[in-house]
């Protein structure tokens, strides 16, 4: 529901514009999923549903999709489409697009914070306006991600899941959290609105010291500067120095 989302609305609004003169207002008045469908990775789940709902509404809004209408809210004669089985059970995608609409009804999308280089993969975020604050909603399109939360400071968030169950968030670093994200949504409040979010830094290598120069650097990648020095304490003992901002991701190896 992500970059095929982006893709179409861009070649709707393009053909309407060549058509009419102008760019249409664009509606999406049925999008939805059947439980047990078919996908590429087989069956669609319930889960699987549950986290589609509020990617498929936050990326409509994102492309600029003035109205997403969710098709069907009960099982009806194009099969298992519903919110609702035809029996009255609520699935969980039903409990999906009510958390989403507790979270986020009476806000307003403000800015894309994560993803826009490549929204068909990797980390997406969404950072939404409120009468209660500031809210970022954050998923990874590919398996599970550590990712970290920026520019916090001393603001006290709090997250729940695509279904609204609480999710434990560590304690704050120098004004940076921990989060870990999936493939399902999660909606995180009380961010400011310069908050940033980036996936964990890759580990660093070894270095064998005995085998590097002094004043020396030596990276792959990243904004990190990694610099050989001497080991004041221990005169003839190879140390090094290096700087980075951890809020970007990087990695580096020294050869």
Do not use: C
């Not at 999406?28 to 996908?39: L, Q």
């Not at 809210?135 to 899941?161: C, F, H, M, Y």
């Amino acid at each position: 529901p992500d970059g095929s989302t982006v893709s179409a609305v861009r070649r709707l609004r393009e053909q309407g514009k060549l058509k009419l003169g102008h760019v249409p207002q664009m509606w999406a008045t049925e999008t939805g999923y059947e439980t047990g469908g078919k996908s590429a990775k087989g069956p669609l789940s319930e889960e699987t549903i549950a986290a589609y709902v509020p990617r498929t509404f936050v990326v409509a809004a994102a492309a600029g999709v003035t109205e997403t209408l969710w098709f069907s809210s009960f099982d009806g004669p194009d099969g298992p489409m519903g919110l609702t089985d035809n029996k009255g059970r609520h699935r969980r995608q039903y409990y999906a697009f009510q958390t989403m609409t507790q979270q986020l009804g009476a806000s307003t999308l403000a800015r894309q914070v994560a993803g826009a280089e490549d929204r068909v993969g990797g980390m997406q975020a969404y950072l939404f306006h409120g009468p209660d604050g500031d809210k970022l909603v954050a998923w990874n399109i590919e398996g599970t991600l550590p990712a970290l939360l920026g520019n916090l400071g001393d603001a006290a968030v709090t997250a729940v899941d695509d279904v609204g169950q609480p999710v434990a968030l560590p304690a704050a670093v120098g004004g940076v959290r921990r989060v870990s994200l999936g493939m399902a949504p999660i909606y995180i409040s009380g961010v400011p609105a310069n908050v940033t979010l980036a996936p964990v830094p890759k580990p660093v290598s070894v270095v064998r010291l005995d085998e590097l120069t002094e004043g020396d650097t030596d990276w792959t990648a990243g904004d990190a500067t990694i610099q050989v020095l001497r080991d004041e304490p221990a005169p003839g003992k190879n140390s090094i120095k290096y700087t980075t901002d951890f809020t970007k991701g990087w990695h580096w190896n020294a050869l």
